[in-house]
């Protein structure tokens, strides 16, 4: 692995930048080319979630530092650290399944517990929750798919509810719940 990272570091730095090499590269990080074929289209997805959540979580981290908000920088750093890093170990060490299982929950998870413990009514951090169950359709097959989304609604509800009852002090149901629930 550190010397599949160290070639695609040279890469990176050499004068023969070649970009979509690069993203070549990436996309078949620890993908092993004998999988069935709907395996290897779920290892290289999963690829391209993983290197996409590690660029935008350096983004929010650099957003977050500016805007003084340690709480939400800290938070960027440790599901780096504990998901993503993990996440392309698992992967070189072509555990495709284990993996799957980590970053669909790692994405509840900690959707769930930071919306919770740090609510912004202008981020609404919960509504990436339903755009991020999309993702369990391409990467999950059977009564799994079903029911991994089926947890991604459930997460987003006892966020917003959970919110609610903290500012209002009560739960009230609009229609723009079934709406969601649709």
Same mark, same amino acid.
């Given at each position: 692995?550190?010397?599949?990272?160290?070639?695609?570091?040279?890469?990176?730095?050499?004068?023969?930048?070649?970009?979509?090499?690069?993203?070549?590269?990436?996309?078949?990080?620890?993908?092993?080319?004998?999988?069935?074929?709907?395996?290897?289209?779920?290892?290289?997805?999963?690829?391209?979630?993983?290197?996409?959540?590690?660029?935008?979580?350096?983004?929010?981290?650099?957003? &977050?530092?500016?805007? @003084?908000?340690?709480?939400? $920088? %800290? =938070?960027?750093?440790?599901? +780096?650290? *504990?998901?993503?890093?993990?996440?392309?170990?698992l992967q070189f060490k072509k555990k495709y399944k284990l993996n799957l299982f980590m970053i669909t929950s790692a994405f509840v998870i900690y959707t769930t517990l930071l919306t919770i413990l740090k609510y912004?009514? &202008?981020?609404?951090? @919960?509504?990436?929750?339903? $755009? %991020? =169950?999309?993702?369990?359709? +391409?990467? *999950?097959?059977?009564?799994?798919?079903?029911?991994?989304?089926?947890?991604?609604?459930?997460?987003?509800?006892?966020?917003?509810?959970?919110?609610?009852?903290?500012?209002?002090?009560?739960?009230?149901?609009?229609?723009?719940?079934?709406?969601?629930?649709?």
């Amino acid at each position: 692995m550190l010397l599949d990272c160290v070639k695609l570091f040279n890469t990176i730095v050499n004068n023969d930048l070649n970009i979509p090499g690069f993203f070549y590269k990436l996309i078949n990080f620890g993908v092993d080319q004998n999988l069935s074929y709907w395996d290897l289209r779920k290892a290289k997805l999963l690829n391209v979630i993983v290197f996409s959540i590690s660029i935008i979580l350096l983004i929010f981290l650099a957003i &977050n530092i500016i805007q @003084e908000n340690y709480f939400l $920088a %800290i =938070s960027d750093i440790l599901l +780096f650290i *504990f998901v993503c890093i993990p996440s392309w170990i698992l992967q070189f060490k072509k555990k495709y399944k284990l993996n799957l299982f980590m970053i669909t929950s790692a994405f509840v998870i900690y959707t769930t517990l930071l919306t919770i413990l740090k609510y912004d009514v &202008n981020r609404q951090t @919960e509504h990436i929750l339903p $755009a %991020i =169950s999309i993702m369990v359709i +391409f990467l *999950f097959d059977g009564w799994k798919k079903n029911l991994i989304f089926l947890i991604f609604p459930i997460s987003f509800f006892t966020i917003r509810f959970t919110v609610m009852y903290q500012t209002l002090g009560m739960i009230e149901f609009k229609s723009l719940h079934i709406i969601y629930l649709i």
